[in-house]
């Protein structure tokens, strides 16, 4: 219509970028919580939540913050059922080795970054397993660790391919004037 103006995009510029913003965290609780429910192996929650940290700290830091990667581990402790703080403790060292050396990680080939995401892993299973000896003083056994680090590992390639995805269509849609 003549003479009538149009309501200002702002609030929707505003909420898309919200959503671009809560994407990552938000799609990796989900996936959590799927995880949970149609496996129903404890390992699976965080198999399934590290290749998602890793990935979004390496490709789009800003997207995954510390306090977001806290909220996650919180999450992954209380879905998986395991000592308080154990999975906040791995999942933000990850997110900070990987936001350190996501300079060299995010210039190599896919085949070396999922080489980097299953030391990664490695390191996260053992973490967890040393903190589970340390809180319960004794020794867990080590088979729901290698299943963890196995479902981490092969779960890594189809997640980042859809990452990969999902983070060019946020590039393109922050692009787009």
């Given at each position: 219509?003549a003479?009538?103006a149009?309501?200002s995009?702002?609030p929707l510029?505003?909420l898309d970028a919200?959503?671009?913003?809560?994407?990552?965290?938000?799609?990796?609780a989900?996936l959590m919580a799927?995880?949970?429910l149609?496996?129903?192996l404890?390992?699976?929650?965080?198999a399934?939540a590290?290749?998602?940290?890793?990935?979004w700290?390496?490709?789009?830091p800003?997207?995954?913050?510390p306090?977001a990667?806290?909220?996650?581990?919180?999450?992954?402790?209380l879905?998986?059922?395991?000592?308080p703080?154990?999975g906040v403790?791995a999942?933000?060292?990850a997110?900070?080795l990987a936001?350190?050396?996501?300079?060299?990680l995010?210039r190599?080939?896919f085949?070396?970054?999922w080489l980097?995401?299953?030391?990664?892993?490695?390191?996260?299973?053992?973490l967890?397993?040393?903190?589970?000896?340390?809180l319960?003083?004794?020794l867990p056994a080590?088979?729901?660790?290698?299943v963890q680090?196995?479902?981490?590992?092969g779960l890594?390639?189809?997640l980042a391919?859809?990452?990969?995805?999902?983070?060019?269509?946020?590039?393109?849609a922050?692009?787009a004037?």
């Amino acid at each position: 219509m003549a003479g009538r103006a149009l309501p200002s995009p702002r609030p929707l510029h505003r909420l898309d970028a919200l959503g671009r913003a809560a994407f990552p965290s938000g799609a990796t609780a989900l996936l959590m919580a799927l995880a949970v429910l149609a496996i129903g192996l404890p390992g699976a929650v965080p198999a399934a939540a590290l290749p998602c940290v890793f990935f979004w700290s390496v490709f789009r830091p800003a997207a995954m913050p510390p306090l977001a990667v806290f909220g996650l581990g919180l999450l992954q402790d209380l879905l998986g059922l395991a000592p308080p703080g154990t999975g906040v403790l791995a999942l933000l060292l990850a997110h900070g080795l990987a936001v350190c050396w996501r300079g060299a990680l995010a210039r190599q080939s896919f085949l070396l970054v999922w080489l980097a995401f299953c030391g990664f892993a490695a390191g996260v299973t053992a973490l967890g397993w040393t903190l589970q000896a340390a809180l319960t003083l004794r020794l867990p056994a080590p088979e729901p660790g290698l299943v963890q680090l196995a479902l981490a590992a092969g779960l890594y390639p189809g997640l980042a391919w859809l990452l990969t995805r999902a983070h060019e269509a946020m590039r393109r849609a922050e692009a787009a004037p």
